[in-house]
């Protein structure tokens, strides 16, 4: 186990209730459209060592997908989130996430549904910033 302040750290789930694992069960089996679409490309990510799960609890957050390896987190967004107080909590659950190491991307529903590709090339960018190692000099 690992501590992150008062924070017990247990595997890729840092302390999620079991209620939560019943609602992502639930939220797995009816997922978006723009989230079938996105999962059906994540999972070929499994052949270059990037294994992503669907609807995984986090702390008190569900994760649309998470890859623990790289503690990479992506949320797929409906209309919803362009309300102002959906807006401010997705900003202060992205803050809690960042607490614990973990980088969260974030796409529309549109640009998942209209533009895939482009979509999964951010991801794959970002995936090769998070597992490359730091260059000696470079501060990381």
């Known amino acids: 186990m690992v501590y992150l302040g008062k924070a017990r750290v247990k595997d890729m789930f840092i302390d999620a209730k079991p209620e939560l694992f019943r609602l992502a069960r639930n939220y797995r089996n009816n997922p978006t459209e723009a989230e079938g679409i996105l999962w059906e490309h994540l999972r070929r990510f499994r052949h270059e060592g990037f294994i992503f799960r669907r609807q995984h609890p986090i702390v008190f957050f569900i994760a649309d997908f998470y890859c623990h390896s790289i503690k990479l987190v992506i949320e797929v967004?409906?209309?919803y989130h362009l309300n102002d107080q959906i807006r401010e909590y997705d900003?202060?659950?992205s803050g809690e996430l960042e607490r614990y190491g973990i980088t969260i991307l974030r796409f529309k529903n549109d640009?998942?549904?209209d533009?895939?590709?482009h979509v999964i090339?951010?991801?794959h960018f970002k995936i090769n910033e998070l597992s490359s190692p730091a260059l000696p000099g470079s501060g990381g």
Do not use: F, T
């Open 77 to 79: 967004d409906g209309d």
């Open 91 to 93: 900003d202060s659950r």
């Open 111 to 113: 640009e998942v549904v």
């Open 115 to 117: 533009d895939i590709e």
């Open 121 to 123: 090339s951010r991801i």
